[in-house]
């Protein structure tokens, strides 16, 4: 797949960056919300996806847990993909780079709405429901592999 996106960890400097992409679609999602997603602790990881200019496009935050009925899940709360040239590729991109990720697990969800808060994306009974999402399954041997 031909892409004009860098997809990575979010490095520092883009955090102020993604968190204005994040408050563009979820407005209620509060700046020191966001600051504690980089807690060490909470165990929350953050992919970017960014032009060749280094302005971010896309956003995905996610973690790894073990879910009461589908066993290891990543699971994306967040992900977002804006651009006036081709949300489509960036979106492409950081699924990609999702699935790869995703390599050890069972399932990967991407929430269908975004949450408003820390709160909201922490909460556990929200984490174990099963109907708010894309449920991509993640078969052996080709995760990664899944948009090329």
Request: include cysteine; aromatic fraction near 12%; glycine fraction near 6%.
């Amino acid at each position: 797949m031909h892409c004009d996106y860098v997809v990575g960890e979010l490095a520092s400097n883009q955090r102020q960056a993604a968190y204005a992409l994040v408050c563009s679609v979820a407005p209620t999602f509060a700046e020191s919300d966001w600051d504690a997603l980089f807690d060490s602790a909470r165990k929350w990881n953050c992919t970017g996806a960014s032009d060749l200019a280094g302005r971010v496009r896309g956003l995905a935050v996610f973690r790894f847990l073990m879910h009461p009925d589908a066993g290891f899940l990543m699971d994306v709360p967040i992900f977002i993909a804006l651009s006036s040239a081709n949300h489509q590729a960036v979106a492409e991109a950081l699924f990609s780079r999702l699935s790869g990720y995703a390599a050890a697990c069972r399932f990967m969800r991407v929430w269908s709405n975004l949450p408003g808060s820390l709160e909201q994306l922490e909460d556990i009974h929200l984490f174990r429901r099963w109907d708010h999402g894309l449920i991509y399954p993640i078969l052996p041997g080709i995760a990664g592999s899944a948009l090329q």
